[in-house]
């Protein structure tokens, strides 16, 4: 299937999935989920796949074993592209459009403590700062998950010490609901991001790789 971008039938199905979220409207829709969500997202992921790996599109069902929430299907779907644990390229449509990004969503403690010893060693640390800086200036977003305090073994007053709070580190950029999203066009768009955010996910693999 070659790509030519998400139907608007996409945003409408996740539009009305958040309204109601039960298995009567997944089985009368899961057609439309499969044509307009799914088959879009495996023909992306498969034209990106040669330059950047293979995707793994996640499942649409949430795990609702130790969750207050107990709706059981996410409003979103996205994939992602794994260069190490966790960490890598991703895309997701949702009721929000689309948005692509790259970097860590989830550091264990060891690999933890590598990404904020790289951060704290003045060549590495000022080499993200500035890889950081230049994706900043092109228009993404930093985020992650931050600690509301220095981490132990650091001081508040370090230079750094913005970078040392986070958890987890990714760089991203919504598209929203540009008229691009619908056509072939938004494939060499989310090849672009990817490219742009690649020194990013480059420097965790390095630094806080397996």
């Not at 039960?22 to 992921?45: G, H, I």
């Not at 220095?150 to 540009?178: C, M, N, Q, T, Y």
Request: glycine share 8%.
């Amino acid at each position: 299937m070659t790509f030519e971008g998400f139907p608007s039938a996409a945003l409408d199905f996740y539009d009305d999935l958040e309204v109601d979220n039960t298995k009567s409207f997944w089985e009368a829709n899961q057609q439309v989920y499969k044509d307009s969500v799914l088959a879009p997202m495996r023909a992306l992921t498969e034209a990106l796949e040669p330059e950047f790996g293979k995707a793994k599109i996640f499942r649409p069902y949430r795990d609702v074993r130790f969750a207050k929430d107990k709706t059981p299907y996410k409003t979103h779907q996205g994939a992602f592209v794994g260069l190490a644990p966790a960490t890598g390229f991703y895309i997701e449509v949702s009721p929000r459009g689309v948005r692509t990004g790259g970097g860590c969503y989830d550091f264990d403690s060891a690999r933890l403590a590598s990404f904020r010893a790289a951060i704290a060693h003045d060549t590495y640390g000022v080499e993200l700062e500035r890889l950081l800086a230049q994706t900043e200036k092109d228009g993404y977003e930093t985020g992650g998950d931050l600690l509301k305090t220095a981490p132990r073994g650091f001081d508040k007053d370090h230079a750094r010490i913005g970078l040392l709070r986070h958890r987890s580190l990714f760089v991203g950029h919504l598209i929203g609901f540009e008229p691009v999203i619908h056509t072939a066009e938004l494939l060499d768009l989310v090849r672009d991001d990817w490219r742009a955010v690649r020194p990013v996910v480059d420097w965790i693999v390095r630094n806080a790789g397996a």
